[in-house]
């Protein structure tokens, strides 16, 4: 009998063990899969068990004593026992897989079913803190316990309600649990709970800010604290819930915005840390973001930036990050000074989830020039430019992209340079994450435009690394390496014979003329046409077959490739035969319906395109009868030099073309 009790616990210790090896990678994948919640890899994981241990512990065996009592005890008993079990540390493994090794989470559950609000409680309190383990509440989900908490969110008794909530906020942490609560109506179930103690709350809250709310007299301090608690439990489970895209629409019409908006003035961090943290979390939906600017929240999002509390900050910037993609928005927090507390932020460099949400805060709100100026004001670019020795990817990605949007601005190039941020950005070009990538071609695109800033980019080799990014597989790093190639061609010394020393340089850009991709089109036209300025360059991309791939992308519909296109044509036209090579190509007459685009960038590179090609007589009759002249007859008269220059040229060739006919004919 001891010898099959010795074996059966030599097998425990050995599962325990063969468990335990994998389970630091299998929460690191959760983590990153809550991330992107729809990911139907989390479904798959395996049952694990407990960390490695030589020995059970005695609360091992302790705790499973005392679920046999919960299995076979009367009600008093079954009280007991849960009130023992709440004796142990649940936060520690080893109890929360005794509970589960021996049947506990069944009885646990099936007590939720239970008239006693005393069993209710206790056994609620104990799921609340063993669901924190990600293969607990895997379990409890399986087992149906979820269906239980949610028909108790309709229970009289607050605490029952609040730890229901609380417990649901735990276990909605995978993509199936957070189908099953919307799939029983749990989401309208939550909204209810927090529109029981609005109204509470609300009231408690003016008498905060010393304001009487005519016919409330005020409730006990207990009363107040049960409401708290309350939202912070019912917000706390929308917070969990908000990560898969369909339950955000079901909060929505479930009219969760509003109560939301009331609960964001609430004084009490408790509550404002899951409510920011549901609208970080919705902020991903234009819907929402457009709700939260016209339901008066920016503002206070911009009040608890100012906060103690670093959670909440973190928060706060990060809905912020996501809301600033809007032009009103980035207006409203300017409006609201909430600028300032941003760049505050950036000071606190050891706190990196915060320094991420600040930086990204910050990026998003210099896509308006009038926040650039603020931010010069404040100066946040040196800031920002001693980050860029920062360890945390997501805060250099943040960084790079700011310093991007400011250096727009020429004195920011100018900073950026004086600061010492020309450097770091170039080495940044030698690393593997793609976004990060992007962020640091837009920055030195921005910054190669000034010539004392293109003399280090030149002398570190930042030109030959961008070209190698044209190697990268990602299009949207392909796209910004080109783009950024293009002021750096233009304000070289030498440029010519610097892209040609690159070997297989040439040949590589103009075969991505090849790609899918629009913007990788417009951009690697857009360098094309800087590289054909050079002579040499222009008869080595030929000899490539450069002409033909323009000439196959002339039936394009997007101007951003058509301004582009025409630009790197009238380049390429001014070698050998290439106006004739372009005309038997069929190049011509797609171009002139360029002319009708209502993007006036469009009709002047279209123009100078037309003008070159027009030198060919052959192609004057193409654009003759496509009806060119009264197009461009129209655009003589522009106030674009450029564009009436070109378009008299094109008309003159055309007319001279048609005079010597003539001639010919009457001779």
Same mark, same amino acid.
């Given at each position: 009998?001891?010898?099959?009790?010795?074996?059966?616990?030599?097998?425990?210790?050995?599962?325990?063990?063969?468990?335990?090896?994998?389970?630091?990678?299998?929460?690191?994948?959760?983590?990153?899969?809550?991330?992107?919640?729809?990911?139907?890899?989390?479904?798959?994981?395996?049952?694990?068990?407990?960390?490695?241990?030589?020995?059970?512990?005695?609360?091992?065996?302790?705790?499973?004593?005392?679920?046999?009592?919960?299995?076979?005890?009367?009600?008093?008993?079954?009280?007991?026992?849960?009130?023992?079990?709440?004796?142990?540390?649940?936060?520690?493994?080893?109890?929360?897989?005794?509970?589960?090794?021996?049947?506990?989470?069944?009885?646990?559950?099936?007590?939720?079913?239970?008239?006693?609000?005393?069993?209710?409680?206790?056994?609620?309190?104990?799921?609340?803190?063993?669901?924190?383990?990600?293969?607990?509440?895997?379990?409890?989900?399986?087992?149906?316990?979820?269906?239980?908490?949610?028909?108790?969110?309709?229970?009289?008794?607050?605490?029952? #309600?609040?730890?229901?909530?609380?417990?649901?906020?735990?276990?909605?942490?995978?993509?199936?649990?957070?189908?099953?609560?919307?799939?029983?109506?749990?989401? +309208?179930?939550?909204?209810?709970?927090?529109?029981?103690?609005?109204?509470?709350?609300?009231?408690?809250?003016?008498?905060?800010? =010393?304001?009487?709310?005519?016919?409330?007299?005020?409730?006990?301090?207990?009363?107040?604290?049960? *409401?708290?608690?309350?939202?912070?439990?019912?917000?706390?489970?929308?917070?969990?819930?908000?990560?898969?895209?369909?339950?955000?629409?079901?909060?929505?019409?479930? =009219?969760?915005?509003?109560?939301?908006?009331?609960?964001?003035?609430?004084?009490?961090?408790?509550?404002?840390?899951?409510?920011?943290?549901?609208?970080?979390?919705?902020?991903?939906?234009?819907?929402?973001?457009?709700?939260?600017?016209?339901?008066?929240?920016?503002?206070?999002?911009?009040?608890?930036?100012?906060?103690?509390?670093?959670?909440?900050?973190?928060?706060?910037?990060?809905?912020?990050?996501?809301?600033?993609?809007?032009?009103?928005?980035?207006?409203?927090?300017?409006?609201?000074?909430?600028?300032?507390?941003?760049?505050?932020?950036?000071?606190?460099?050891?706190?990196?989830?915060?320094?991420?949400?600040?930086?990204?805060?910050?990026?998003?709100?210099?896509?308006?020039?009038?926040?650039?100026?603020?931010?010069?004001?404040?100066?946040?670019?040196?800031?920002?430019?001693?980050?860029?020795?920062?360890?945390?990817?997501?805060?250099?990605?943040?960084?790079?992209?700011?310093?991007?949007?400011?250096?727009?601005?020429?004195?920011?190039?100018?900073?950026? +340079?004086?600061?010492?941020?020309?450097?770091?950005?170039?080495?940044?070009?030698?690393?593997?994450?793609?976004?990060?990538?992007?962020?640091?071609?837009?920055?030195?695109?921005?910054?190669?435009?000034?010539?004392?800033?293109?003399?280090?980019?030149?002398?570190?080799?930042?030109?030959?690394?961008?070209?190698?990014?044209?190697?990268?597989?990602?299009?949207?790093?392909?796209?910004?390496?080109?783009?950024?190639?293009?002021?750096?061609?233009?304000?070289?010394? *030498?440029?010519?014979?610097?892209?040609?020393?690159?070997?297989?340089?040439?040949?590589?850009?103009?075969?991505?003329?090849?790609?899918?991709?629009?913007?990788?089109?417009?951009?690697?036209?857009?360098?094309?046409?800087?590289?054909?300025?050079?002579?040499?360059?222009?008869?080595?991309?030929?000899?490539?077959?450069?002409?033909?791939?323009?000439?196959?992308?002339?039936?394009?519909?997007?101007?951003?490739?058509?301004?582009?296109?025409?630009?790197?044509?009238?380049?390429?036209?001014?070698?050998?035969?290439?106006?004739?090579?372009?005309?038997?190509?069929?190049?011509?007459?797609?171009?002139?319906?360029?002319?009708?685009?209502?993007?006036?960038?469009?009709?002047?590179?279209?123009?100078?395109?037309?003008?070159?090609?027009?030198?060919?007589?052959?192609?004057?009759?193409?654009?003759?009868?496509?009806?060119?002249?009264?197009?461009?007859?129209?655009?003589?008269?522009?106030?674009?030099?450029?564009?009436?220059?070109?378009?008299?040229?094109?008309?003159?060739?055309? #007319?001279?073309?048609?005079?010597?006919?003539?001639?010919?004919?009457?001779?």
């Amino acid at each position: 009998m001891e010898k099959a009790k010795d074996s059966e616990n030599t097998k425990k210790k050995e599962l325990v063990k063969n468990q335990s090896s994998s389970k630091l990678s299998v929460h690191n994948k959760e983590v990153s899969e809550e991330s992107s919640p729809e990911s139907d890899q989390e479904e798959e994981l395996a049952e694990r068990g407990r960390q490695d241990q030589s020995d059970l512990p005695p609360e091992y065996w302790q705790i499973q004593k005392l679920v046999k009592y919960l299995k076979g005890g009367n009600q008093t008993a079954t009280i007991i026992a849960l009130c023992s079990m709440r004796d142990f540390n649940l936060a520690q493994e080893a109890c929360q897989f005794a509970i589960r090794d021996v049947g506990g989470l069944e009885v646990l559950i099936n007590l939720l079913d239970t008239e006693d609000i005393k069993c209710k409680i206790g056994s609620l309190q104990i799921l609340k803190e063993i669901s924190k383990n990600p293969y607990i509440r895997r379990s409890i989900a399986d087992l149906g316990g979820l269906q239980t908490m949610v028909k108790i969110l309709t229970e009289q008794d607050k605490d029952l #309600r609040c730890l229901a909530a609380e417990t649901i906020a735990n276990v909605a942490k995978f993509k199936r649990a957070r189908k099953v609560v919307r799939q029983n109506n749990g989401i +309208r179930m939550l909204v209810g709970l927090l529109e029981s103690v609005k109204a509470n709350l609300q009231h408690a809250a003016n008498d905060h800010k =010393g304001i009487k709310t005519p016919g409330h007299h005020g409730y006990s301090q207990v009363e107040l604290a049960k *409401d708290i608690e309350i939202a912070r439990c019912g917000a706390s489970a929308l917070w969990s819930l908000s990560k898969s895209k369909k339950n955000k629409h079901e909060m929505r019409r479930s =009219g969760v915005i509003p109560l939301l908006a009331t609960l964001l003035k609430s004084p009490h961090e408790s509550i404002c840390i899951p409510v920011v943290g549901t609208l970080q979390e919705c902020a991903s939906e234009a819907s929402y973001r457009l709700a939260i600017r016209t339901e008066g929240m920016i503002i206070d999002l911009v009040e608890n930036l100012r906060s103690s509390n670093e959670e909440l900050q973190m928060h706060c910037a990060n809905a912020i990050f996501k809301c600033a993609e809007d032009k009103d928005t980035r207006d409203l927090i300017r409006k609201y000074q909430g600028l300032d507390p941003l760049v505050k932020l950036l000071s606190n460099r050891e706190n990196k989830p915060l320094l991420a949400a600040a930086t990204g805060a910050i990026w998003k709100c210099s896509i308006s020039k009038e926040n650039v100026k603020r931010f010069q004001e404040l100066k946040a670019i040196e800031s920002l430019v001693a980050l860029l020795s920062d360890p945390t990817e997501e805060v250099l990605i943040n960084t790079v992209g700011a310093l991007a949007e400011c250096a727009q601005e020429p004195e920011n190039r100018a900073s950026t +340079r004086k600061s010492g941020g020309i450097s770091p950005l170039v080495n940044l070009l030698t690393g593997t994450n793609n976004q990060l990538l992007v962020n640091t071609c837009k920055a030195l695109a921005q910054c190669a435009q000034d010539p004392d800033n293109i003399s280090i980019i030149e002398r570190m080799d930042g030109v030959r690394l961008l070209w190698s990014l044209l190697k990268n597989p990602n299009p949207r790093v392909q796209a910004s390496a080109a783009w950024a190639i293009c002021p750096c061609i233009k304000n070289i010394r *030498d440029s010519g014979e610097t892209v040609r020393n690159f070997v297989g340089g040439l040949e590589l850009i103009v075969s991505l003329l090849k790609s899918n991709d629009i913007e990788v089109l417009a951009s690697v036209c857009s360098a094309i046409a800087e590289i054909a300025k050079d002579e040499e360059n222009l008869a080595v991309i030929t000899d490539h077959g450069v002409v033909p791939m323009l000439a196959s992308l002339t039936n394009t519909n997007d101007d951003i490739l058509r301004k582009n296109l025409t630009e790197a044509i009238a380049q390429c036209c001014k070698w050998g035969k290439n106006r004739q090579l372009f005309g038997s190509h069929d190049a011509v007459a797609p171009l002139v319906k360029y002319l009708k685009s209502p993007n006036t960038g469009v009709h002047a590179s279209t123009a100078k395109a037309l003008h070159q090609l027009s030198k060919n007589p052959a192609n004057c009759i193409v654009m003759h009868e496509n009806g060119v002249v009264r197009l461009l007859l129209g655009m003589v008269g522009s106030t674009d030099e450029v564009l009436q220059e070109n378009s008299a040229g094109c008309i003159s060739y055309i #007319r001279r073309l048609a005079l010597a006919n003539e001639k010919a004919r009457n001779a």
